[in-house]
């Protein structure tokens, strides 16, 4: 390999880490202000209008009653959450995965299906830090589903990689 070619590479890898973690340092810091109690409100206001590309919207607090504290905590967290697990952050993605399958206090209701494709696409993306408690968790998730619900969900998760990464999921998860 070239100089030349050794240098974009050594680039390429530098600015592909300087990426992921400012992506990170943004998650990390708008995640501080959806979960601090005085800004919540308002984030989780400005939040509600929120929707991804594939017309995924968490309708974040609308189903929090009485004002629920752990209920509202857990909505501006899901929020944040489903914009990045968008923008392809891997720990987003397993916090939304998470949600989606526990309802999360109650801030949404519980949809193992999609919960599932969030899984697979989890693990579909070779993020480095995946590891086996993402296996584990899609089988779980997959145990509780029928073989309708998984084909779903895998249909699903192609639709939701594509949207995500802008190109097709490997065969290995279709």
């Not at 504290?69 to 968008?86: D, H, I, K, R, W």
């Amino acid at each position: 390999m070239s100089k030349i070619a050794i240098t974009a590479v050594l680039f390429f890898i530098g600015v592909t880490q300087a990426v992921s973690a400012s992506l990170y340092e943004k998650y990390d810091a708008e995640r501080d202000i959806a979960i601090n109690p005085d800004k919540r409100a308002g984030y989780i206001k400005l939040m509600r209008s929120w929707k991804a590309k594939d017309g995924f919207q968490p309708l974040a607090g609308a189903f929090c009653v009485n004002g629920d504290e752990g209920c509202l905590s857990a909505a501006a967290e899901l929020s944040v959450n489903a914009a990045y697990a968008y923008r392809g952050l891997y720990q987003a993605q397993r916090n939304l995965a998470y949600c989606l399958d526990s309802g999360c206090s109650g801030a949404i209701t519980p949809n193992l299906q999609l919960s599932c494709a969030w899984r697979i696409v989890v693990l579909a993306s070779a993020h480095v830090d995946a590891d086996d408690t993402d296996i584990m968790n899609l089988q779980i998730c997959l145990r509780k589903s029928n073989p309708m619900q998984i084909a779903a969900a895998k249909a699903q998760a192609a639709r939701l990689f594509k949207v995500v990464y802008n190109k097709e999921i490997s065969r290995d998860w279709r």
